[in-house]
């Protein structure tokens, strides 16, 4: 097949060289991209865990007068608007920015968004978590896929460098709500936000002082679009923004455009999404036949992360909402915002993700397949589900407290959960991604998770209207039932799945 011309641009530089080892055996550019994650999680689940309180606390108090299903229903849409704008992200990355230059003006679009929040006015929020869903969507597929350029497919040290990278975001997850969750309890909601836009400043800083150290910081897209046709990708984007925010204003000032109107048509287009994608990618010439056979099991490593990533982000939505209203929030005397119970949820990380790292290192070659590792995660993901049925059996209403250890046993069978899924999935993702697809492929598995914020903000709505039991039990069963289904296709994804391991 002849190569056009954007086969032919200039391509980022190839990884470092095996020996790299200056950063706990990894390559020295993991310290840079795992200090951005650092700061990018403390800005965005510091806020996000003190959001769907925001959202359902009283105008007179500050928030934002939701009940709680609807505020976890917002909550979930948000999430889902960020991930599905990693579409984008991927191909602005592929196709104009490069990987560098795209993280770089996601991070800036970011702190413009947190810093927005910061301003006490209902405008200025949904201005605010505008911004950030872009630049979220143009940072978190593309520095993962920074990640992956930093090692060779044959590198086995690659599952234990994501590991540890992925250690770094949860020091940003156990830190962030920490110190917004506190910011929002005694100050005031918008001074937790104030906290997450110096953070994610801080991230932008040392992420520029780090770059020399980095795969894929030329200033070429790696699959560059010839001239012409950039500039015309580039007056579609912004035509097709002013089109879609000006036919949002008109149906909203229709009185067509609520916000559970809002919230069922980000469901669907995140349905819609993924499957538009997986199409595109098997029809593409420039995918080889190689590349589209290793797709296919691909596809179900991709239901197992929406399984998994529906209980996962619910961490920062029902589970807050449960712990503000039934869950104790006193220990030995000391008084915390049930915000805190989200930084649970990132220390079990932050101290799992080495140890699993350091288990995968030792094992090397014998160490489980990817495949067993996404499904125990997802196992673990719906036992924390399952966990909370016992705590909340026999009660009703918002009268009865529990224990501070129910909550935090299940978002340790959750970050353990976490640390298995996502370390292995964002690898296999890297490695089973074809070259012409390189950053958008990551963007499918963000797919995967704004398909697991869609069907969350739906199923959330019965939050408060079915029972607590009922409510964790099925929804922790279906999750542990989709764990089993994958480790019963072991043996076909084993074979399917090479060069993973």
């Known amino acids: 097949m002849s190569r056009t011309a954007s086969d032919t641009a200039p391509a980022a530089e190839e990884p470092p060289p095996g020996d790299d080892t200056a950063f706990f055996g990894q390559p020295r550019g993991l310290l840079t991209l795992s200090g951005l994650e650092v700061w ?31 505020a976890a229903s917002v909550s979930a849409a948000y999430g889902t608007l960020v991930y599905l704008v990693s579409v984008a992200g991927g191909w602005l990355a592929d196709r104009i920015l490069g990987s560098y230059r795209a993280v770089l003006w996601g ?47 044959e590198d086995e040290r690659r599952d234990a460098g994501f590991a540890l990278y992925y250690m770094g975001i949860n020091i940003g997850a156990f830190a962030g709500p920490l110190i917004t969750g506190w910011l929002g309890d005694h100050k005031g909601w ?75 048509v980000l469901t669907i287009i995140s349905v819609i999404a993924p499957v538009v994608y997986f199409v595109v990618m098997f029809r593409s010439p420039r995918v080889t036949a190689e590349e589209r056979g290793r797709l296919r099991p691909y596809l179900v490593l991709f239901v197992a992360s929406v399984a998994f ?4 982000f619910q961490a920062y939505s029902t589970m807050m909402l449960l712990a503000s209203t039934n869950a104790e929030t006193t220990i030995l005397g000391f008084h915390f915002p049930a915000s805190w119970y989200a930084s649970a949820l990132g220390a079990f990380e932050v101290a799992l993700a080495p140890v699993v790292a350091g288990l995968w290192a030792r094992m090397g070659p014998r160490q489980p397949h990817a495949s067993n590792k996404i499904a125990i995660g997802v196992i673990l993901g719906g036992l924390s589900f399952l966990l909370m049925v016992i705590p909340t059996s026999g009660h009703s209403g918002d009268t009865y407290k529990m224990a501070a250890w129910w909550i935090v046993g299940s978002y340790l ?11 292995s999935g964002m690898s296999a993702t890297t490695k089973l991604a074809p070259k ?3 950053s958008q492929t990551m963007s499918l598995w963000f797919l995967s998770l704004a398909l697991a914020n869609g069907i969350q903000a739906q199923t959330v709505k019965l939050y408060g209207e079915v029972s607590n039991p009922a409510y964790f039990g099925v929804n922790g069963a279906i999750a542990v039932a989709v764990g089993v289904a994958v480790i019963a296709l072991a043996p076909w994804l084993r074979r399917t799945m090479h060069p993973v391991h």
């Open 107 to 153: 991070g800036i679009l970011i702190a413009c968004g947190h810093y927005s929040m910061a301003v006490p006015t209902a405008t200025m929020t949904w201005v605010g978590l505008g911004l950030i869903s872009a630049g979220t969507g143009l940072l978190k597929p593309n520095v993962a896929s920074m990640v992956g350029k930093l090692y060779r497919t």
């Open 309 to 312: 990533n529906f209980i996962l």
């Open 436 to 438: 012409a697809f390189a």
């Open 190 to 264: 918008h001074w937790g936000f104030s906290a997450a836009a110096i953070g994610m400043t801080f991230g932008l800083i040392q992420y520029v002082a780090g770059r020399r150290h980095l795969a894929g910081r030329k200033h070429a897209a790696e699959y560059a679009l010839p001239p012409e046709g950039m500039r015309r990708a580039v007056r579609m984007m912004i035509v097709g923004a002013i089109v879609v925010a000006a036919l949002a204003v008109l149906l909203a000032s229709a009185g067509w455009l609520t916000m559970d109107r809002f919230v069922d």
């Open 40 to 70: 990018e999680r403390f800005s965005f689940l510091g806020m996000q865990a003190i959001l769907v309180l925001y959202f359902a606390d009283t105008v007179a108090h500050g928030g934002m007068g939701m009940d709680p299903g609807t």
């Open 413 to 423: 069978l959750l970050g353990l959960g976490d640390v298995l899924l996502e370390t």
